[in-house]
Antibody, heavy 120, light 110 residues
Framework: QITLKESGPTLVKPTQTLTLTCTFS??????????VGWIRQPPGKALEWLAL???????RYSPSLKSRLTITKDTSKNQVVLTMTNMDPVDTATYYC????????????WGQGTLVTVSS | QSALTQPRSVSGSPGQSVTISCTGT?????????VSWYQQHPGKAPKLMIY???KRPSGVPDRFSGSKSGNTASLTISGLQAEDEADYYC??????????FGGGTKLTVL
């Protein structure tokens, strides 16, 4: 049974750096083809893909946010960490992590999401 | 990399069929068979309904089907049920190991 859960601050100030952790179970990020992605959704708006990390440590980022994002994995802890620098109120959103089973860019299991508000 | 284009809303009566379109370009939808569809109920995480254009994950009813023609992918829901009322998002591989989502479609069951 695959589960994922996001954790991190619920409130950050403008210009601060956001660090989110995805803790998962039921699969290994050292298995060929497996990846974990981050997707966000501002209140009332659409999903936006942010970043992906694969079993072989290949990392991919949204072109529009690439300069602000870093994704890393700790296979021994079953965790993936996303950092986003220079937070702005427009970054207020629910942030989800999700499992990509075979590098086909579909996400079959999602975390419950965590709402991050950017405000001074 | 622009978001894929979906109609903002569609509607149908119980038992009817509805189709939601997802239009991209030859660099995403038209160039790869990596289109997926997600259903999202209010306050919930998205749920994968279709992957690789037309494949259904285990547990998804066969009332949901996917297809693609050129730069446009489609999700068809037949035999509409009240619980199908939700937001639906398409997603496509867009090259360089990056996916892109659509703007979302609100399905209303009348």
């Amino acid at each position: 049974q695959i589960t994922l859960k996001e954790s991190g601050p619920t409130l950050v100030k403008p210009t601060q750096t956001l660090t989110l952790t995805c803790t998962f179970s039921g699969f290994s990020l050292s298995t060929s083809g497996v990846g974990v992605g981050w997707i966000r959704q501002p209140p009332g708006k659409a999903l936006e893909w942010l970043a992906l990390i694969y079993w072989d440590d290949d990392k991919r980022y949204s072109p529009s946010l690439k300069s602000r994002l870093t994704i890393t994995k700790d296979t021994s802890k079953n965790q993936v960490v996303l950092t986003m620098t220079n937070m702005d109120p427009v970054d207020t959103a629910t942030y989800y992590c999700a499992h990509d089973p075979e590098e086909d860019f579909s996400f079959d299991y999602w975390g419950q999401g965590t709402l991050v508000t950017v405000s001074s | 990399q622009s978001a894929l284009t979906q109609p903002r809303s569609v509607s149908g009566s119980p038992g009817q069929s509805v189709t939601i379109s997802c239009t991209g370009t030859s660099s995403d939808v038209g160039g790869y068979n990596y289109v997926s569809w997600y259903q999202q109920h209010p306050g919930k995480a998205p749920k994968l309904m279709i992957y690789d254009v037309s494949k259904r994950p285990s547990g998804v009813p066969d009332r949901f089907s996917g297809s693609k023609s050129g730069n446009t992918a489609s999700l068809t829901i037949s035999g509409l049920q009240a619980e199908d009322e939700a937001d639906y998002y398409c997603c496509s591989y867009a090259g360089s190991y990056t996916p892109v989502f659509g703007g979302g479609t609100k399905l209303t069951v009348l």
